[in-house]
């Protein structure tokens, strides 16, 4: 089936007892035994809950594999990911390779919690495979990669990574949150196991937090699954019901964030006090012809430049249809100051490297009408 069916019906087809279309939220903590050892698949929540279940299927078939792990957000997915390369018992670390310029949390995670647990982290730029091949080491056991990464919008090459790595003995982390299964599948690219964060597009409504990582690894199915059972950072029933109907309209927004992203990137490219604008789908993009041969399409996450830096005050205090908020991949336009909101944890000197300045500011164009946006970005910078 083509993917845009597979948003819509997933793996369900119809409630069995009452032939409800929609997945029913099975909101139990406890399900009744038939007797001493039996089971009807489901005991308690934490292990397994029935609506839960219905939404990691669907996630793995969408990103062609065949294991999902649903968690309470992105963050309790990577945090459950690491544990699967533990320090070596008889002392030493455990080395991954990340994306210097990725997620601010992620990167709180690591440097500042997991580094204190027997874990060493090089965080380089990964558009940069030469880069990549210095950090490796003799106790690397993971690269971590976002691509596009966040907020810079670099494309790093999925399957040379995994070529790099597995060479090693190692694993191959893609962090897939920006482009969604719909326009990119990493693991058909050789990446061992998939993290997203499903609080933006895949539940795409700015209305719950989410987290999955997918892979089709044997020999992972149960640690993964023992990790998210023992730490109890699962996703709840009703949070899973509405990921499931957000993944519903996947494909319809995923086309629309693209069309509205593209059309802000150029809008914005030929606004005078705009210095220089990062989007994917520019075709002057460093890294176009890497994007066009992983990836199926664009997002709507535009980041730019400003010339001068009390435009950003102004802009973020003067946008009325985009939102100064710190989030991306919903249904509403936000807008965020990467410097302040999402990468204040990243050190100065990493941060600025990566190109976080104080002139930066991130565009998640929602799937409003577009000139609507124009016109709210025109009047924001005057
Ligand atoms: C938001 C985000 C995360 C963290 O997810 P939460 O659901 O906020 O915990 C991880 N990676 C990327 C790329 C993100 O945008």
């Given at each position: 089936?083509?993917?845009?069916?597979?948003?819509?019906?997933?793996?369900?087809?119809?409630?069995?007892?009452?032939?409800?279309?929609?997945?029913?939220?099975?909101?139990?903590?406890?399900?009744?035994?038939?007797?001493?050892?039996?089971?009807?698949?489901?005991?308690?929540?934490?292990?397994?809950?029935?609506?839960?279940?219905?939404?990691?299927?669907?996630?793995?078939?969408?990103?062609?594999?065949?294991?999902?792990?649903?968690?309470?957000?992105?963050?309790?997915?990577?945090?459950?990911?690491?544990?699967?390369?533990?320090?070596?018992?008889?002392?030493?670390?455990?080395?991954?390779?990340?994306?210097?310029?990725?997620?601010?949390?992620?990167?709180?995670?690591?440097?500042?919690?997991?580094?204190?647990?027997?874990?060493?982290?090089?965080?380089?730029?990964?558009?940069?495979?030469?880069?990549?091949?210095?950090?490796?080491?003799?106790?690397?056991?993971?690269?971590?990669?976002?691509?596009?990464?966040?907020?810079?919008?670099?494309?790093?090459?999925?399957?040379?990574?995994?070529?790099?790595?597995?060479?090693?003995?190692?694993?191959?982390?893609?962090?897939?949150?920006?482009?969604?299964?719909?326009?990119?599948?990493?693991?058909?690219r050789g990446a061992d196991f998939v993290i997203?964060?499903?609080?933006?597009?895949?539940?795409?409504?700015?209305?719950?937090?989410?987290?999955?990582?997918?892979?089709?690894?044997?020999?992972?199915?149960?640690?993964?699954?023992?990790?998210?059972?023992?730490?109890?950072?699962?996703?709840?029933?009703?949070?899973?019901?509405?990921?499931?109907?957000?993944?519903?309209?996947?494909?319809?927004?995923?086309?629309?964030?693209?069309?509205?992203?593209?059309?802000?990137?150029?809008?914005?490219?030929?606004?005078?006090?705009?210095?220089?604008?990062?989007?994917?789908?520019?075709?002057?993009?460093?890294?176009?012809?890497?994007?066009?041969?992983?990836?199926?399409?664009?997002?709507?996450?535009?980041?730019?430049?400003?010339?001068?830096?009390?435009?950003?005050?102004?802009?973020?205090?003067?946008?009325?249809?985009?939102?100064?908020?710190?989030?991306?991949?919903?249904?509403?336009?936000?807008?965020?100051?990467?410097?302040?909101?999402?990468?204040?944890?990243?050190?100065?000197?990493?941060?600025?490297?990566?190109?976080?300045?104080?002139?930066?500011?991130?565009?998640?164009?929602?799937?409003?009408?577009?000139?609507?946006?124009?016109?709210?970005?025109?009047?924001?910078?005057?």
């Amino acid at each position: 089936m083509n993917r845009e069916t597979l948003c819509v019906r997933g793996t369900w087809r119809f409630d069995s007892a009452t032939g409800a279309v929609s997945v029913p939220v099975y909101q139990s903590a406890a399900f009744r035994h038939p007797g001493v050892g039996e089971t009807t698949g489901f005991d308690y929540s934490r292990s397994a809950n029935p609506t839960r279940s219905i939404l990691e299927e669907t996630v793995a078939l969408l990103e062609g594999a065949r294991y999902g792990l649903a968690f309470s957000s992105g963050m309790g997915a990577v945090s459950a990911m690491i544990k699967l390369f533990p320090p070596p018992s008889s002392g030493g670390v455990s080395h991954l390779v990340m994306s210097g310029d990725l997620y601010g949390g992620t990167y709180r995670l690591f440097h500042e919690y997991y580094a204190r647990y027997g874990y060493a982290f090089s965080w380089v730029d990964t558009s940069d495979l030469s880069q990549v091949e210095a950090a490796l080491g003799p106790s690397t056991r993971a690269i971590f990669i976002e691509t596009p990464s966040n907020p810079m919008m670099k494309v790093t090459d999925i399957g040379a990574c995994a070529e790099l790595i597995h060479r090693r003995g190692g694993s191959l982390v893609v962090d897939n949150t920006f482009l969604t299964p719909y326009f990119q599948n990493p693991l058909d690219r050789g990446a061992d196991f998939v993290i997203h964060s499903g609080t933006k597009y895949l539940s795409g409504h700015n209305d719950t937090l989410a987290g999955f990582i997918v892979h089709s690894r044997e020999d992972a199915a149960v640690p993964l699954r023992e990790a998210q059972k023992s730490e109890g950072a699962c996703l709840s029933p009703f949070d899973s019901w509405l990921t499931l109907r957000g993944i519903k309209t996947l494909a319809l927004r995923m086309e629309k964030h693209q069309r509205n992203g593209a059309l802000a990137a150029e809008w914005l490219r030929n606004h005078p006090q705009v210095e220089r604008v990062f989007y994917t789908g520019l075709a002057d993009h460093p890294q176009a012809a890497l994007s066009a041969a992983q990836a199926r399409g664009h997002n709507g996450m535009v980041s730019f430049y400003v010339r001068d830096r009390a435009l950003v005050d102004r802009i973020l205090r003067r946008v009325k249809l985009i939102l100064f908020a710190e989030s991306l991949g919903g249904a509403e336009s936000l807008i965020t100051f990467p410097l302040v909101q999402t990468h204040g944890a990243i050190p100065e000197d990493l941060r600025l490297a990566a190109g976080v300045n104080d002139r930066l500011l991130r565009l998640s164009a929602g799937i409003e009408d577009g000139a609507d946006i124009i016109a709210d970005l025109d009047q924001a910078l005057g």
